[in-house]
Structure formats: structure tokens, C-alpha cells
């Protein structure tokens, strides 16, 4: 019984130090990557004093306004204070709205996670059995018709498929809403739109990781000691398949939340992508900033999900981790 305990005392240290050592490598990450974007935005054109003080304001009111929001100040002075505003949850305020950015992002980002979340269990349930499907009769008819269904849905843009849906299933059949955010019907259409090319790409790295594993000597082994073909599949094969799907799964559910503009726009959903594209098109720059700069922490905390689960089928990966630690 000691032993056991020091055991699971010892795995639950390496498991924390693996935590915490890939929660400390998304420090530079975001430095980084709200300097870039930050240093970008700065370099666009207009003068958001002007902006905010409209037409017809005085010289004096668009300095003091200025002076007000920091922009008077060098530009390495003003990133500092930018970020130690973010630090406690200060983003500025939009200057359209004149909305706390911060609390503006996390009022549109659940609409934006059901989307994502729905869309990628759409893709999931659709594409693994596709692909497993097609694994299993490679090169034949029923091979072919799924990867063609894969090169549809990978090239097919993602506004043409939610313009399409919603002149069949809003406009003619009448059983969705054409957009908005009215239940769960409204969900349908936009997570299918983002889901289908989703679905496609996953399929074909289930049908090509579950090729490549059922070319290994476990599987014959599986096969000659009398297992059934479901069991062989299901448990041997699809189980030591599933470490490039979860990746692939993970790393979209990333893009799917921080780039689906195009859907929210096309359905009027009011997501994290819709709210991006009005502020841009507004040039509410503070609106703009802090979004991509929420959205790049957000994606790269999703990744840190991801390499914790990839961790958890493959304890190879957190032994490593850990050695180098």
C-alpha cells in the first residue's frame, strides 16, 4: 500500500510539472503575439482622437483626448500600459460603443464556444466512422465516394454552403431561421456550415491513420488469437489510431472558435467573428485589438488542452516532457 501511494504521489508530481511547465511556455507565446498585433493595429491609419471627438472639434479637445487615452506617449510606453491594464482585466473601451472591451469579448465569446463546441461534434460523429469506413474498403467504390466527399468539403468555401442552406432550409423548406441567435434551430445551419469542412478534413486523417495502423503485426495478432472484426477495429485499431485525430480535432476546435467570420456573418450570429468584422469595418481599434489578442490567449490555452489529452492517450510524450523539465 506504501508503495502504491508513493507511486501515485510520484505520477500526480509529473503530472502537475507537466502542467505547469506547458502553462509557463504560453508566457513568451502571448508576449509575442500581442506585440505583433498590437504594433500592427498601431500602424493603421487615422486618428482615433479625431475619431472619438467626431467633426468640428477643436484642436485642443483632440489633444486632450490624446492625452487621455495615452496616445501623446511613446509607442513601447503605451504597449506596457496596455498589457498591465490587461492584466487586471482593462482593455480599454470601444470607441463606438464606449463599452468595456473586455467584458464586450466575454459577452460574445459563449455564442461563439456553442458554435465552435456544436460544430466540431458535428464533424466528429460524421467523420470517424466515414473514415474508418473508407479505411476499411480501401480502393473500392465506397473508398473513392468518401474521399470525394472529403475534396468537396475542403474546397467548397464555407459562405457559399451557409448562402446555399439557408435558401433550401430557411427559405424553401422554412425549417430553420435564416439567422440570429432565437434557440437551438438557429445553431443548426451555422454549425453544419462550419462543420462540414471540418468533418472532411478529419475524415481523410481518421482514413489514413487508420491504414497506416492496420498495417501493424498487433492487428494480425489481434486477428489470429480469434477476435471478432468489430473488436480487431474498434478497440485494437482505433484506439491506437485515435493520437493524430485528437490533434487534428483539438488544433481545429482552435481555428473553428477564432475563425468562423465568414458563418457568424453570413447567419448574423453574434459571435467573436462578427463582433471582429463589425469593429473592423467601424475601425474601432481598442474592439479590434483586444479581441485577437483574447482569441490568440484563447487558442493557445485550447492547444494546451490538446497536448494535455494528446499526454493522456500517449504518456510517452508526458515522460519526455517531464525528463526535459
Avoid at 13 to 28: E, G, H, M, Q, T
Avoid at 129 to 140: E, R, S, V
Avoid at 236 to 241: C, F, Q
Amino acid at each position: 500500500e506504501i508503495a502504491s501511494c508513493l507511486v501515485g504521489s510520484e505520477m500526480c508530481i509529473r503530472d502537475s510539472k507537466y502542467v505547469v511547465n506547458r502553462l509557463l511556455s504560453l508566457i513568451p507565446v502571448i508576449l509575442v503575439t500581442s506585440f505583433l498585433i498590437y504594433w500592427a493595429m498601431s500602424l493603421t491609419e487615422g486618428d482615433p482622437a479625431m475619431m472619438i471627438a467626431g467633426d468640428g472639434a477643436s484642436k485642443e479637445m483632440i489633444d486632450q483626448i490624446r492625452h487621455d487615452l495615452g496616445l501623446d506617449q511613446p509607442f513601447l510606453l503605451q504597449y506596457f500600459n496596455y498589457m498591465r491594464g490587461m492584466l487586471v482585466g482593462d482593455m480599454g473601451k470601444s470607441y463606438v460603443t464606449n463599452k468595456d472591451v473586455f467584458h464586450t469579448f466575454f459577452q460574445y465569446l459563449p455564442n461563439t464556444l456553442y458554435l465552435g463546441g456544436a460544430a466540431v461534434i458535428i464533424a466528429t460523429l460524421v467523420s470517424i466512422p466515414l473514415g474508418i469506413y473508407t479505411a476499411i474498403h480501401q480502393n473500392t467504390w465506397k473508398d473513392t465516394a468518401g474521399m470525394i466527399f472529403a475534396l468537396f468539403g475542403t474546397s467548397m468555401p464555407n459562405f457559399w454552403l451557409g448562402l446555399m442552406l439557408i435558401i433550401i432550409f430557411a427559405l424553401h423548406l422554412r425549417l430553420f431561421p435564416t439567422g440570429g441567435n432565437f434557440g437551438w434551430k438557429s445553431l443548426v445551419l451555422p454549425a453544419v456550415t462550419v462543420g462540414f469542412g471540418l468533418a472532411a478534413l478529419i475524415t481523410r486523417i481518421t482514413r489514413s491513420s487508420m491504414l497506416d495502423v492496420m498495417r501493424q503485426d498487433y492487428m494480425t495478432t489481434a486477428r489470429a488469437k480469434g477476435c471478432s472484426e468489430h473488436r480487431v477495429i474498434y478497440k485494437h485499431g482505433l484506439k491506437n489510431a485515435l493520437i493524430p485525430i485528437i490533434t487534428a480535432i483539438g488544433l481545429q476546435m482552435s481555428l473553428v472558435i477564432t475563425g468562423s467570420v465568414l458563418a457568424e456573418t453570413v447567419f448574423s450570429w453574434p459571435g467573436i467573428g462578427r463582433l471582429v468584422y463589425e469593429s473592423i469595418t467601424r475601425r474601432d481599434i481598442p474592439m479590434v485589438t483586444g479581441s485577437i489578442i483574447l482569441c490568440s490567449i484563447l487558442m493557445c490555452l485550447i492547444n494546451l488542452v490538446v497536448d494535455l489529452v494528446y499526454a493522456f492517450f500517449d504518456p510517452r510524450i508526458k515522460a519526455q516532457y517531464s525528463k526535459k523539465g
